[in-house]
Nanobody
Framework: QVTVVESGGGLVQAGGSLNLSCEVS????????MGWYRQAPGKQRELVAS???????YVTDSVKGRFTASMDKAKKSVYLQMNSLKSEDTAIYFC?????????????????WGQGTQVTVSS
């Protein structure tokens, strides 16, 4: 069973920083991509930032220059460093992992989500 666990959310004042962590565990053979999505109240879930195993990174325009995603494949983890936080960054942040997992000798590509961690930015 592959599990994804996030940590690091909380309440911060505008202009402050937070660092989110996510670790994936289970019968993982390899990792393709890990990243972070967020969903604000009344809005659709959106991709915030991600990194592939070949170190190709993506950051959505609204957080460029403020957020950085980095993956540590050896630790099966991805981090999201968030600086200069704004009230509009308030959302539940979800970790996403695109992995190859082995079950009884069969390798399958799967996408897994964490439960989400709340980030609240007060103005």
């Amino acid at each position: 069973q592959v599990t994804v666990v996030e940590s690091g959310g909380g309440l911060v004042q505008a202009g402050g920083s937070l660092n989110l962590s996510c670790e994936v565990s289970g019968p993982i053979v390899d990792i393709n991509v890990m990243g972070w999505y967020r969903q604000a109240p009344g809005k659709q879930r959106e991709l915030v930032a991600s990194e592939t195993v070949t170190h190709i990174t993506y950051v959505t325009d609204s957080v460029k220059g403020r957020f950085t995603a980095s993956m540590d494949k050896a630790k099966k983890s991805v981090y999201l460093q968030m600086n200069s936080l704004k009230s509009e960054d308030t959302a539940i942040y979800f970790c996403n992992a695109d992995v190859l997992a082995e079950y009884s000798g069969v390798v399958k590509q799967q996408i897994h989500w964490g439960q989400g961690t709340q980030v609240t930015v007060s103005s």
